[in-house]
């Protein structure tokens, strides 16, 4: 029997990145130092996490029986799981090339722009969690029972 990393996996990029928005919102507020440098680490953190969900999730595709459902919300989760990890390192670009030299207004625009990035990874969350908890997908079944 193999470790699921996939599963395990998947919950920190999600944590790191929404953490990551909160603070560069607080940082366009407030120009704290610290939000921003914290905000950049949990952006890497994330992305990170990101390619290593996507690895893992590749791997954890290959054990999965699949219907039309299946196949429909496989495609959702696989095109929003590569299209945020691409979303994320061009604002991971962004903010190492303008990141002290933002005015005010590039500060919210990019929180903005962060905030919609984290939208449509948590969409791509969902369908991958549609897959495991509507659908059954991945979930190994056994013949125990309680009586």
Not at 37 to 60: N, P
């Amino acid at each position: 029997m193999s470790i699921p990393f996939h599963p395990a996996l998947v919950h920190f990029p999600v944590a790191f990145l929404m953490l990551a928005a909160g603070l560069y919102v607080y940082h366009a507020w407030n120009n704290d130092a610290w939000s921003q440098k914290t905000a950049w680490f949990l952006h890497i953190a994330g992305t990170i996490g990101l390619l290593l969900a996507i690895i893992s999730g590749r791997s954890a595709k290959a054990s999965i029986t699949f219907n039309d459902r299946l196949v429909d919300l496989m495609d959702w989760h696989e095109t929003l799981g590569y299209s945020s990890l691409v979303f994320s390192v061009v604002l991971l670009g962004w903010f190492y090339v303008r990141g002290n030299r933002q005015e005010k207004t590039e500060k919210w625009i990019f929180a903005l722009v962060f905030l919609l990035f984290v939208g449509l990874a948590l969409w791509g969350s969902h369908f991958g969690g549609t897959m495991v908890y509507e659908e059954g997908a991945g979930v190994l079944t056994s013949n125990f029972s309680w009586k």
